[in-house]
Nanobody, 123 residues
Framework: VQLQASGGGLVQAGASLTLSCVAS????????MGWFRQTPGKERDIVAA????????YYTDSVKGRFTISKDIAKNTVYLQMNNLKPEDTAVYSC?????????????????WGQGTLVTVSS
């Protein structure tokens, strides 16, 4: 599966952004897709994830109530709507896909990764 992410940018605190990630290739084998973020010197952390064939979703605590993950199966696309952005949300955001039904919140269960898109939130 090949993944192409887009939608990052520079915004002020309180603003909104929507990230998109389009999957191509063996998209029929997707078990879940997720969004992850990483800042310099830190490990990549999960932000949100969603099962491809059900409504099961996961959010890390710091984004609950502000971010929403959604999918358009017909377009092989997953979105991350980010509202009320905070400076601490600044990071490189990457999308990833599982080719199997692994733990939805485990970084190591994702085996296809897209390039990152930078989100910068100014205070």
């Amino acid at each position: 599966v090949q993944l192409q992410a887009s939608g990052g940018g520079l915004v002020q605190a309180g603003a909104s952004l929507t990230l998109s990630c389009v999957a191509s290739g063996r998209s029929f084998s997707i078990g879940a897709m997720g969004w992850f973020r990483q800042t310099p010197g830190k490990e990549r952390d999960i932000v949100a994830a969603v099962r491809w064939s059900s409504a099961v979703a996961y959010y890390t605590d710091s984004v609950k109530g502000r971010f929403t993950i959604s999918k358009d199966i017909a377009k092989n696309t997953v979105y991350l709507q980010m509202n009320n952005l905070k400076p601490e949300d600044t990071a490189v955001y990457s999308c990833a896909a599982q080719s199997h039904l692994g733990p939805i919140a485990a970084v190591t269960s994702y085996d296809s990764w897209g390039q990152g898109t930078l989100v910068t939130v100014s205070s």
